[in-house]
C-alpha cells in the first residue's frame, strides 16, 4: 500500500492508518491472518481523501436506515465533496458537495459523534501582492454540520478585519478558539455568533438563491455559501496568553491548563480555575527531568476531572479536590504514580587521558529519556476496558525493545506486561493505539515506508476451562476475570 499522507481517524482512543488514494479496512480474525475486507476503487490525486473521521451510532437511538446502525467513515476529498462511507461495506452512503471558493482541508469533531467542523486551508497572499500592500481579508472558513444524516448548521468566515492578526482558529464543544502569533487565545461562543450573524438559514438540498446565482444546496457546482458573516466584534467569553497557544479547559469544576507564553517556561505548566483565573494551589506543575523530549500534559479523557503529566520516567494522574476550610479554592495532589523500571542513581564513567598519560574516571548523569534505560513514549487510555497502556522502551545494544503495560485506571495497579515482539528503533515514529482487544503498533521509517503490527487479546484455551470448573465451584457466585494472553503479533506493510 502506497500512502500519500497518513490520516489519522480517532474513535474510543483508537486510530485507523487510511490510505488517501484508496480506502482499506483490515481485520484480525482468531484463525488467520489479517486479511482485506473491501477496497474502493482508484482516483485521481484531485479526488483523494484528505481528512476522515469515524463515527458509530449512538445506542438507543431510532435511525432512519438500517445502514445507519453500523460505522461509518466521514470523509473529506481533495474537490472539497464531504462524504459518509459504510465502513463496513465502502458504500457512499452520503455526499456533499462544499463549495468552490475555498479548499477544505480539515475534519474534526465540535461536539464528539455530533457535530463536525471542516476547516479550510488558510488563504496566503501571494509575493506580488504582499509586495503591493495587498491583505487577504478571509483567513479561513469553517463549515458546521450535523451527522446522520448530514444537516448544515453553516459555514463561518473568520476575518481579519474583526478578529485582528489571526494565526488560526478552531471550534470545540460549541467554542469558537482563535489563536494569535502572540500567544493569545480567545474564546467565543458559537451559538451566539450564530443568532447575530447568520444571513440566512440553508438547509441542505433546498434550492437557493445567492449572490445572484441559483442552485441546489450541498449540489455541484453550487455547494454551500458562506451564510455566517461576522460585521461586529462577537462577545468575548475568555481570553489567555500561553506559550505557542497550548491552552486546555477541564476538570470539576473548570480548570484549564496553559504554559507562561515565555520560551524559559517551556515544560512548566500552570492550572488555573476558570471563573476567576486564580491558580490552584500546587498548580504549579513542573516535572524535573533533564531530557531531549519534553513532558506533557492533559486532562485525563474519562471525565474523571484528573490530569495526566507523562515524563521520560514516570507518569503521575494528578487530582483536582477542594481545599480544606475553603470550598471557593482548590488543589493539586497526586492520585498515584506510575515509575519506570529504573536502576537508582545510575550514571556512567567518562575517561579521559591527561597529557601524562595518567587515566581519570569522571562520573556524570545519563538524560532521563536516555535510550538504555526504560523510558515511558506513549499513554493512551482504553474507555470500554478503564485501563490505562503505558508503551515503555529500552534500548539493549544496538536493538529497542518495548513493552506494553496495562494498569488500573483507578489506583495504577499493573495489572498485564506485555512485550512487543518486533524491535523498536526509536529514531522512526511510532504510534501505538489499544482499543477493546486489538493492539496496533503502527511504525514510520524513511522514505514513507509504514508497518503496522497487530495485537489480539484472547483467553487461553486452558484458561477458559479452569474457569468454567471454578464457576461449577462458585455456582452463583461471580469470580475474578482471567488474565488476558495476546496472541503473536500479525504484521502488515505497506
Known amino acids: 500500500m502506497e500512502f500519500s499522507r497518513d490520516i489519522h481517524c480517532n474513535h474510543s482512543g ?94 474534526s469533531w465540535d461536539t464528539p459523534q455530533e457535530v463536525i467542523a471542516v476547516k479550510s486551508a488558510q488563504n496566503k497572499c501571494s509575493a506580488l501582492a504582499r509586495q503591493a500592500g495587498i491583505q487577504q481579508p478571509i483567513l479561513l472558513y469553517l463549515a458546521v454540520f450535523h451527522v446522520l444524516p448530514f444537516s448544515l448548521i453553516g459555514i463561518l468566515e473568520i476575518s481579519k478585519k474583526i478578529f485582528g492578526n489571526v494565526t488560526d482558529a478552531t471550534l470545540s464543544h460549541g467554542i469558537l478558539i482563535v489563536m494569535y502569533s502572540s500567544g493569545l487565545v480567545r474564546l467565543y461562543s458559537f451559538q451566539a455568533i450564530i443568532e447575530q450573524f447568520m444571513q440566512q438559514k440553508l438547509d441542505l438540498g433546498c434550492a437557493c438563491r445567492w449572490g445572484g446565482t441559483a442552485g441546489t444546496v450541498g449540489e455541484a457546482p453550487f455547494g454551500i455559501p458562506c451564510n455566517i458573516k461576522i460585521t461586529d466584534s462577537p462577545p468575548l467569553l475568555f481570553e489567555v496568553s500561553s506559550l505557542e497557544n497550548a491552552f486546555q479547559i477541564g476538570g470539576h469544576p473548570w480548570h484549564y491548563i496553559i504554559t507562561p507564553n515565555k520560551k524559559k517556561q517551556k515544560g512548566v505548566f500552570h492550572i488555573c480555575a476558570l471563573k476567576d483565573n486564580s491558580l490552584a494551589k500546587n498548580g504549579i506543575q513542573e516535572m524535573e527531568c533533564c531530557s531531549l523530549e519534553s513532558d506533557w500534559i492533559y486532562f485525563h479523557p474519562d471525565a474523571s476531572g484528573r490530569i495526566i503529566h507523562v515524563g521520560p520516567n514516570q507518569v503521575k494522574v494528578l487530582k483536582l479536590n477542594e481545599v480544606e476550610n475553603n470550598s471557593a479554592q482548590h488543589q493539586i495532589s497526586e492520585d498515584f504514580v506510575i515509575l519506570a523500571n529504573r536502576e537508582k542513581n545510575k550514571n556512567e564513567n567518562l575517561l579521559t587521558v591527561t597529557a601524562s598519560g595518567r587515566v581519570v574516571k569522571k562520573k556524570f548523569n545519563l538524560l532521563d529519556d536516555d535510550p538504555e534505560q526504560e523510558t515511558f513514549k506513549i499513554v493512551d487510555y482504553e474507555d470500554e476496558l478503564d485501563l490505562l497502556s503505558v508503551v515503555a522502551v529500552t534500548q539493549i545494544d544496538a536493538e529497542g525493545k518495548a513493552h506494553l503495560d496495562f494498569h488500573c485506571n483507578e489506583y495504577g495497579t499493573l495489572l498485564k506486561s506485555i512485550p512487543l515482539e518486533e524491535s523498536w528503533d526509536v529514531t522512526y515514529s511510532h504510534e501505538v493505539y489499544f482499543d477493546r482487544d486489538l493492539v496496533l503498533h503502527i511504525e514510520q521509517k524513511p522514505s514513507r515506508v509504514f508497518s503496522c503490527y497487530v495485537y489480539q487479546m484472547c483467553l487461553l484455551i486452558f484458561e477458559r476451562e479452569r474457569e468454567g470448573q471454578r464457576e461449577k465451584e462458585r455456582e452463583s457466585q461471580a469470580g475474578p476475570a482471567s488474565e488476558p494472553a495476546v496472541r503473536s503479533a500479525r504484521t502488515v506493510r505497506s
Open 14 to 107: 483508537l486510530k485507523k492508518e487510511i490510505n488517501m488514494t484508496q480506502l482499506w479496512k483490515i481485520i484480525c480474525s482468531v484463525a488467520s491472518e489479517p486479511r482485506k475486507l473491501y477496497e474502493m476503487p482508484k482516483c485521481s490525486k484531485s479526488e483523494k481523501i484528505e481528512d476522515a473521521l469515524l463515527w458509530e451510532c449512538p445506542v438507543g437511538e431510532i435511525l432512519p436506515n438500517p445502514s445507519d446502525y453500523k460505522s461509518s467513515l466521514i470523509a473529506l476529498t481533495a474537490h472539497n465533496w464531504l462524504f459518509r462511507i459504510s465502513a463496513t461495506t465502502g458504500k457512499v452512503l452520503e455526499k456533499i458537495y462544499l463549495a468552490s471558493y475555498c479548499k477544505f482541508r480539515y475534519l
